[in-house]
Structure formats: structure tokens, C-alpha cells
């Protein structure tokens, strides 16, 4: 059973960047296209960005604007989510998740990932 396991969450004020981290078991690189989401309180959990687990390219929600940066660290097994330029409506539970796939493909939806880590606060005051 893959296991994700989020960090780097926590309190700024608006215009800070903050990079989240997401540990996973080895091999998972080889097997599961990456993505990260976000929940606001009493909202649906959103696409925020996602990785294609062979070509390494990656793809964005459109809300982020160039803000929001994937990428992962093969060595370290850790992929992360740099995000700059943040503002209050970025606040949120932001979540790793993984999706098992033979191709080289990113999913955008929530229900095509199957697994998820515990998710961690990105919280951006005004």
C-alpha cells in the first residue's frame, strides 16, 4: 500500500511563498502519475497541479497562473509544490495524491487518484 505523506504547510501572509513536500515509498515515480489538491472549508477539493509519472511534465489548474510549481526529486522520493505569490484564497487543506497508470498521463479529478496522503494547512493571511 503506497503511503503519502504531506509537510510544510503553516500560516503567511499574503504575498509569501510557502513549498509543501510529500514523501513517498520508492518506485512510486514508476508506477503513479503525482498531483496535488486543495479543500477550502465547505468547498469541493480542487485540481491544483499534476505530474506525468515518464516525460516528468506537468500540468496546472488554471487558477494558479504561473504561481504554482510541481516537481519531484527521484533520488529523494519527493515530489513538492512550490508556491509563490500567495493569497488569502489560496488557504486550504492541500493534498499529495497518486494515481496508478500504465501511460503518461495526469488526471485533473479527484476520483482518478487512488491514494491519498492526510493533507496538510496552508493557511495565507491578508
Known amino acids: 500500500q503506497v503511503q503519502l505523506l504531506e509537510s510544510g504547510g503553516g500560516l503567511v501572509q499574503a504575498g509569501d511563498s510557502l513549498k509543501l513536500s510529500c514523501a513517498v515509498p520508492?518506485?512510486?515515480?514508476?508506477?503513479?502519475?503525482m498531483g496535488w489538491f486543495r479543500q477550502a472549508t465547505g468547498k469541493d477539493r480542487q485540481f491544483v497541479a499534476g505530474?506525468?509519472?515518464?516525460?516528468?511534465?506537468?500540468y496546472y489548474g488554471v487558477f494558479t497562473k504561473g504561481r504554482f510549481t510541481i516537481s519531484r526529486d527521484n533520488a529523494k522520493n519527493t515530489v513538492f509544490l512550490q508556491m509563490d505569490s500567495l493569497k488569502p484564497e489560496d488557504t486550504a487543506v492541500y493534498y499529495c495524491?497518486?494515481?496508478?497508470?500504465?501511460?503518461?498521463?495526469?488526471?485533473?479529478?479527484?476520483?482518478?487518484?487512488?491514494?491519498w496522503g492526510q493533507g496538510t494547512q496552508v493557511t495565507v493571511s491578508s
Open positions: 495524491a497518486a494515481r496508478w497508470t500504465q501511460y503518461d498521463d495526469v488526471g485533473t479529478q479527484a476520483h482518478e487518484y487512488d491514494v
Open positions: 520508492e518506485q512510486t515515480f514508476s508506477n503513479y502519475a
Open positions: 505530474m506525468r509519472k515518464i516525460s516528468g511534465s506537468a
